[in-house]
């Protein structure tokens, strides 16, 4: 006994029982010989208008922001890294790079990202080749250095590679014309 195509994908049922449209209700995608999917047009006008604007400052948290707005977000990101607390009875400050950087190896992996988005934010701001390269080595030692286990905990206490970056481009952007 053979069974046809129909069989084998589709659970048998009466003849009488085929729906009229031509697409099986709740058994997914309907296949055409070649494998690609036929869409079903009545979901075309659902969708037709929903569009995303990214461009849009609603939409966008992080676009149209002026360059002060822009190196304050900078200034106060490094802070929070580097240097955001005291360790009790001392004078050491320390930040979430500290902490972040005590989980072995993707501690030191996410706080090197977060490092480098403040460095591609610095050349959004049109920092220069040569300043954003020295940035760079700043995030690559801080982040190499970080994956030693526990003196690469106690060098990004001290290191503080992002306020380092961030004074480097205030000092730049300092030097720049007002326009």
Same mark, same amino acid.
């Given at each position: =006994?053979? =069974?046809?195509?129909?069989?084998?994908y589709v659970p048998?049922?009466s003849?009488?029982e085929?729906?009229?449209? %031509?697409?099986a209700?709740?058994?997914?995608?309907?296949i055409?010989?070649?494998?690609?999917?036929i869409p079903d047009?009545?979901?075309r %006008?659902?969708?037709?208008?929903?569009?995303?604007?990214f461009?849009n400052? #609603?939409a966008?948290?992080? %676009?149209?922001? #002026?360059?002060?707005?822009?190196m304050?977000?900078?200034?106060a990101?490094?802070?929070?890294?580097d240097?955001?607390?005291?360790l009790?009875?001392?004078?050491?400050?320390?930040?979430i790079?500290?902490l972040?950087g005590l989980?072995?190896?993707?501690?030191?992996?996410?706080t090197?990202a977060i490092?480098l988005w403040l460095? $591609?934010?610095? $050349?959004?701001?049109?920092?220069?080749?040569?300043?954003?390269?020295r940035m760079?080595g700043?995030?690559a030692?801080d982040?190499v250095?970080?994956?030693?286990?526990v003196?690469g905990?106690?060098?990004d206490?001290?290191?503080?590679?992002n306020?380092?970056?961030?004074? =480097?481009?205030k $000092?730049?952007i300092?030097?720049?014309?007002?326009?």
């Open positions: =006994m053979t =069974m046809s195509n129909e069989d084998i048998k049922r003849r009488s085929r729906p009229s449209s %031509g697409r209700q709740g058994h997914g995608p309907v055409d010989q070649d494998g690609h999917e047009p009545s979901l %006008g659902q969708f037709e208008g929903f569009r995303i604007d461009g400052s #609603t966008n948290p992080f %676009g149209n922001l #002026t360059r002060e707005q822009r304050a977000r900078l200034e990101l490094s802070k929070l890294l240097v955001a607390f005291i009790p009875g001392t004078n050491i400050r320390y930040g790079d500290g972040i989980i072995p190896v993707v501690g030191d992996i996410i090197t490092s460095v $591609r934010e610095a $050349r959004a701001l049109g920092a220069p080749w040569h300043l954003t390269a760079l700043n995030v030692l982040g250095v970080g994956l030693v286990p003196a905990d106690a060098f206490v001290m290191f503080r590679a306020v380092r970056n961030v004074r =480097m481009l $000092r730049w300092d030097k720049q014309p007002r326009l």
